[in-house]
């Protein structure tokens, strides 16, 4: 049963992502880094949105990359603070040694 409703998913998609104003999973992956720095324009962020509406894969997908771009901020923030704390004559000997 669950093989046939796969069949009949990937069937309505396909018609789905066919109608004008549609955009199919490739091309929403295109956008996504747009859409997260807030670079489309009115008429791409309706499309982006309404392929969201309609695909299921794409939703999870999208909060997926949020959460990994998240945690590489967290974590450049983290080595960023860190680093604030070492001695600057230290990094100066560190990179000097590395040039011999």
């Known amino acids: 049963m669950t093989a046939k409703v796969?069949?009949?998913?990937r069937v309505l998609n396909g018609i789905l992502f066919k109608l004008p104003g549609m955009i199919t999973c490739a091309q929403f992956e295109d956008f996504i880094v747009a859409y997260l720095d807030g670079?489309?324009?009115k008429e791409e962020l309706r499309i982006f949105r309404r392929h969201l509406l309609v695909c299921r894969?794409?939703?999870?997908?999208?909060?997926?990359y949020e959460r990994?771009?998240?945690c590489v901020k967290d974590m450049s923030d983290e080595i960023k603070s860190d680093l604030a704390d070492v001695p600057e004559d230290l990094v100066r000997a560190v990179l000097a040694a590395r040039q011999k």
């Open 6 to 9: 796969g069949s009949i998913r």
């Open 39 to 41: 670079e489309l324009t």
């Open 57 to 64: 894969d794409c939703k999870r997908y999208l909060a997926d």
């Open 68 to 70: 990994a771009m998240k």
